[in-house]
């Protein structure tokens, strides 16, 4: 059963312009949420993440914010960059558990 | 900091051996590390968790005879495929966390494992 879930497999943006990735989870218990980037043939790499305990989280061009209430967290990108295009991964844990829940992942492709 | 490395990047095998896969935390001690596999397209599946020198913790649906973890030292875990089949091609990847980090865990680059 998956408990976290990104639905756009794909998303197709223009260089300079903002992307906005989307995540839901199920599982209430969740209250450590990350963002992993991942290119082709290599491990994912930490970007940011957020605590329950707050809704929203910066660092630099990316943002991710957070709704508990949907169970629904976002990160944007502005502006977006050619080197931002990769796979991005939402994933949830219940905080010191270690254990990560990840979604399937979106494709981001920054347009020139 | 934080660098996880895996041994091979890319492994071709026949159908039936056995083939090992390592993990390192070059940086860090890893009292926990983690499995992964992913398919094309997918999510990365936890397979499991282990502890250094304890037993390693099966996700449901993964064959613990079958997936052998070992997780020897704070630095290195391995990971061996028995008697490997075709469905066993996949891309597996390890992290490592150190407790002490607010990002998780840190991943290796990831191994490619194909079984003719």
């Known amino acids: 059963d998956q408990q976290v879930k990104q639905n756009s497999p794909s998303l197709s943006v223009q260089e300079g312009r903002i992307s906005i990735l989307n995540c839901d989870y199920t599982n209430s218990m969740f209250d450590y949420f990350l963002w992993y980037k991942k290119y082709p043939a290599e491990g994912p790499t930490f970007l940011i993440s957020?605590?329950?305990?707050?809704d929203k989280n910066e660092d630099g061009r990316f943002t991710v914010f957070l709704n508990k209430s949907a169970k629904h967290l976002s990160l944007h990108i502005v502006p977006s960059q050619p080197g931002d295009s990769a796979v991005y991964f939402c994933?949830?844990?219940?905080?010191?558990?270690?254990?990560?829940?990840f979604g399937a992942g979106t494709t981001v492709t920054v347009r020139a | 900091g934080a660098v996880v490395s895996q041994h091979p990047s890319w492994v071709i095998c026949k159908s039936g051996t056995s083939v090992k896969i390592e993990c390192r935390s070059l940086?860090?001690?890893?009292?926990?590390m983690f499995w992964y596999r992913q398919f094309p397209k997918q999510s990365l599946m936890l397979m499991a968790t282990?502890?250094?020198?304890?037993?390693?913790?099966?996700e449901q649906g993964v064959e613990k005879d079958k997936f052998l973890i070992n997780h020897a030292s704070l630095t290195l875990s391995t990971l061996t495929v028995t008697s490997a089949h075709p469905e066993d091609s996949s891309f597996y990847i390890c992290s490592g966390s150190d407790r002490g980090t607010t990002k998780g865990q840190y991943f290796g680059p990831g191994t490619r494992l194909t079984v003719t």
């Open positions: 940086d860090f001690q890893a009292t926990t």
């Open positions: 957020i605590s329950s305990i707050k």
């Open positions: 282990s502890n250094e020198g304890s037993k390693a913790t099966y």
């Open positions: 994933a949830a844990s219940v905080y010191g558990d270690y254990k990560l829940s």
